[in-house]
């Protein structure tokens, strides 16, 4: 076949072989007449004529400097020889062939990338799959960060538990933890004794006035004192008798 015309195979006749009329078979050059891709050199025929068939990842080896690569299908990286579009990248789009780049992705210009090829995009950009074989450089996907807030909890208490800041208004130093406080009083008595949930300490009233606590006197004081006050009385009528 390798003497045939495109369009003719060789065929034997006995002891002679002969090219006669027979299929295309990637013989039609780029631009020409075609009613299947397998009858074309670059194996594509579009719009009844064969395409230079590219790769959006490398059009430049195939279509020159002055053309690039527009893909057939969105998820595929095959396409044909185009004329570069007038958008920059980063511009918005409306199709690949408003880019120079070819490349239209979510209505913005962009370059297409191999997702299982190594990183081709510019500095700073990882290439994402968009699907099927096509991918697309930009920014590398967020994974989530730490929560710097935690659960939300409060602060910390020195005391274990909630501190007291407010202490009593007797002078009383409340730790806020249930134990003793020692309570100096505005007029600098000394009020032992245990800190109340409240927060008072020693004499300190509710008011905050600081008052003196008075030890009870026993019942025999008493007794004896009554006794004593009696027999004083009783001498003095003696004495006033005689």
């Known amino acids: 076949d390798v003497d045939c015309a495109c369009g003719q195979?060789?065929?034997?006749?006995?002891?002679?072989?002969?090219?006669?009329?027979?299929?295309?078979?990637?013989?039609?050059?780029?631009?020409?007449?075609?009613?299947?891709?397998?009858?074309?050199v670059g194996g594509l025929c579009l719009g009844g004529k064969c395409a230079p068939a590219c790769s959006i990842f490398g059009a430049g080896a195939t279509c020159g400097d002055d053309k690039g690569c527009v893909r057939l299908e969105?998820?595929?990286?095959?396409?044909?020889?185009?004329?570069?579009?007038?958008?920059?990248?980063?511009?918005?789009?409306?199709?690949?062939t408003g880019c120079v780049s070819l490349f239209c992705h979510q209505g913005t210009c962009g370059k297409p990338c191999n997702p299982f090829g190594p990183n081709t995009c510019p500095l700073g950009l990882v290439c994402n799959?968009?699907?099927?074989?096509?991918?697309?450089?930009?920014?590398?996907?967020?994974?989530?960060?730490?929560?710097?807030?935690?659960?939300?909890?409060?602060?910390?208490?020195a005391g274990g538990t909630e501190a007291d800041s407010g202490g009593d208004s007797g002078g009383g130093a409340d730790t806020g933890n249930g134990a003793g406080a020692t309570d100096t009083g505005v007029n600098g008595g000394t009020g032992g004794g245990t800190a109340q949930p409240g927060g008072t300490a020693g004499g300190a009233s509710p008011s905050g006035c600081t008052a003196t606590a008075t030890a009870p006197r026993s019942n025999a004081a008493a007794v004896v004192l009554l006794l004593a006050m009696m027999a004083l009385v009783t001498r003095r009528r003696r004495l006033s008798v005689r």
């Open 9 to 40: 195979q060789c065929t034997d006749y006995g002891k002679d072989s002969w090219c006669a009329a027979g299929k295309k078979v990637a013989c039609v050059p780029d631009f020409e007449a075609c009613t299947e891709s397998s009858e074309c």
């Open 74 to 96: 969105a998820d595929k990286p095959e396409g044909v020889c185009s004329s570069k579009g007038p958008e920059g990248f980063g511009s918005a789009c409306n199709g690949d």
């Open 129 to 157: 799959g968009i699907g099927g074989s096509v991918g697309a450089c930009g920014a590398a996907p967020q994974t989530g960060g730490d929560d710097a807030g935690g659960g939300g909890g409060g602060g910390v208490d």
